[in-house]
């Protein structure tokens, strides 16, 4: 977790999101092929027959300070990192892989694919022209979590809003766990409780909406403090409801920072036609001529880390037969500066909240444990 000027670079030794999903899959299996957390916060986690895996999008570690998630602030018994980008493509398929970005291979929001012209939205499997584009459900390796976890005869198990039951990010990201759609928080809350009575199982939980209302209002809307209190809310039930044979564990995908207008830096395609934009508002990718890359950074509010620099933001290497086959690398990426966002036509400029960079506020994210 060392940080240089500003920049937060992910603990891959044991103080990230792969950490913790290794942490849980060794416990439950007594095996997982990425390093385990840290002793220092694998301490704080109760043993147990089952976990739940809460994850809730867009919470950051220094969002716990709204006084909507007292019962959150609570429960926190440590700080992880969010994987490189700081983003929620990449998370998920951290927790499906239980793996870091260097070996699943997701590294980025949008991203570039063998056999493809145009950066690919890995959240809604459209391109940066908007047109749909086939999905690849064997981007994340094989086996997964929910496969080796089954392997050991742990039952993986998922519950998320209904309408994401058969996106094609759903399909890349769950081959092999069962997935449960629920229409309301309290089915949510219900299903998990419901669905972790029977010893020997993961159940992932997760809950978008603190994410989605962040990115319409930043850290300071009413719907977003609503989102915080469901979240909290749903947090204090579920710690409350569980069998004694199953422990609850939190955390998130990333953290959230408010940019505004003035903040937000468009790049005209006409002006680089030359260049492949692609990446995250927050840490924007480059493929291109030198020369080219070099005149873009001179108009824009970011600093410019080549590709060698970036590949150990992803975390260390693996095989790069199996995990990089289908994605292409950049040449680099630009992150923004503070309280800046960078915006080639296909970012969403209409935001208020952002992530996808190594601010120590989109990186740091609470471990959550209940009962501890």
């Known amino acids: 977790m060392p940080e240089t000027s500003g920049v937060r670079i992910p603990d891959y030794t044991g103080g990230s999101l792969p950490n913790l999903v290794a942490e849980l899959e060794w416990r439950l299996t007594g095996s997982a092929p990425f390093a385990r957390l840290h002793p220092h916060l694998s301490d704080r986690i109760p043993a147990a027959a089952s976990y739940v895996l809460l994850m809730i999008d867009g919470l950051g570690a220094h969002q716990l300070d709204h006084r909507n998630v007292t019962s959150l602030a609570a429960a926190r018994q440590g700080t992880l990192d969010a994987p490189f980008p700081t983003t929620t493509t990449v998370s998920l398929a951290t927790v499906a892989s239980g793996l870091p970005p260097s070996r699943h291979g997701v590294i980025g929001h949008f991203m570039l694919l063998d056999g493809h012209p145009h950066p690919v939205n890995m959240l809604r499997w459209v391109d940066s022209t908007g047109r749909p584009v086939r999905d690849r459900p064997d981007i994340i390796p094989s086996p997964n979590l929910w496969e080796r976890l089954g392997a050991a005869g742990i039952e993986p198990i998922t519950v998320q809003p209904r309408g994401y039951s ?25 299903a998990v409780v419901d669905l972790a009575r029977i010893p020997e199982r993961l159940l992932f939980a997760y809950f978008p909406d603190v994410d989605i209302t962040g990115h319409m209002e930043g850290l300071g809307g009413k719907s977003y403090a609503e989102a915080l209190s469901q979240a909290a809310d749903a947090w204090e039930r579920i710690s409350l409801l569980l069998p004694p044979h199953v422990q609850l564990v939190g955390t998130a995908d990333h953290g959230l920072v408010s940019v505004r207008q003035a903040g937000k830096h468009r790049i005209r395609r006409r002006h680089h036609p030359d260049l492949v934009l692609y990446g995250d508002p927050r840490s924007l990718y480059v493929r291109g001529p030198a020369e080219r890359i070099a005149a873009l950074g001179s108009e824009i509010p970011a600093t410019w880390y080549p590709a060698r620099q970036i590949e150990s933001w992803w975390g260390p290497p693996g095989d790069p037969a199996k995990e990089l086959s289908l994605r292409v690398r950049p040449d680099g990426a630009f992150l923004a500066d503070a309280g800046r966002v960078l915006l080639p036509g296909h970012m969403d400029r209409r935001m208020v909240g952002y992530h ?15 009962g501890a």
Request: charge should be negative; aromatic fraction near 10%; proline fraction near 5%.
């Open 356 to 370: 996808g960079g190594l601010d120590a506020r989109e990186v740091m994210i609470p471990l959550l444990v209940s």
């Open 166 to 190: 058969d996106s094609p990010l759903t399909r890349m990201l769950y081959r092999g766990c069962r997935f449960e759609g629920v229409d309301s928080m309290y089915d949510f809350v219900q």
